[in-house]
């Protein structure tokens, strides 16, 4: 399965930008026909985005349509389900299963359904949410959440909600969750610290507002160097033979051994991305 650490939003009524996304390093584009566009041009975008979609290479970008229950909505997923170009929706506002099963009776397998999550009942939802036949992914949307409750602050002031993400994930099977938006784009140091924390909760990918957040994600939200050879030093040890296994002066068991495993698998992705 394709890795995608990081989904770079794009205006979807800005198709002069739609090359430039797709040229950014991002693993996977996310034209917007949401909160990118007002609301009197979104009929108009959405003819723009089908047109781009129908000529695109297979899979080219996923779109976040307008959520379930705006005038929108239906016309969004009527217009692109079934076009080349399309890899996949994201969903915004996401609260119901059958919301995640609508989308999926009209788009083919292989097209992915991220639940973008940034309400509270969502988050009460989310064991069902995320448990909906045909979902991939859950997202944050974190700025959306924050505004509905009056959480100021999007650093540990949501850690409970990023628990619940990724409980919930593995619990449904879903790929590890993606984390929401840094939106200070001119601090590279406030989005190192957001990675450092998406990675260490156990999210997978991050959402991206611009492109020049892009590689800091895909490098923090890949295993460093020394993960890499450290995993590579338990799984040669490991390959030895039955008996206890010391590495670098610590016991090797089988949870370790998968670790490892996993983390070089993640780099085989990350590199094949």
Known sequence: ???????LFCPGDRP??????????????????EDAVLPDAKAAARDTLADWLARAAPGAAMVRVNA?????????????????????????????????????????????????VETVRGIAG?????????LDRLAFGSVDFCTETGIRGQGRELDFVRGQLVLESVLAGLRAPVEGVTVAVKRDDVLAEDVARARSF??????CIHPSQVAAVNAGLSPSEDEIAWARRVVEASATGPGAIVVDGKLVDRPILLQAEAILAQMISARGA
Not at 1 to 7: F, G, K, L, N
Not at 126 to 134: H, N, P
Not at 202 to 207: D, E, Q, R, V
Request: proline share 6%.
């Open 202 to 207: 156990g999210f997978g990918a991050k959402l």
């Open 68 to 116: 379930a229950g705006t005038p929108w909505h239906a016309d969004d997923v009527a217009a692109l389900a079934g076009l080349p170009g399309l890899a996949g929706l994201m969903l915004p506002k996401a609260e119901q299963p059958d919301q995640i099963r609508s989308l999926r009776a009209v788009l083919a397998p292989e097209r992915t359904i991220v639940a973008l």
């Open 126 to 134: 989310l064991r069902a949410l995320a448990g909906a036949e045909g």
């Open 16 to 33: 002069e930008r739609f090359d430039k996304a797709l040229a950014s390093g991002a693993d996977r584009v996310v034209l917007d026909l």
């Open 1 to 7: 399965m394709r890795r995608e650490r990081s989904y």
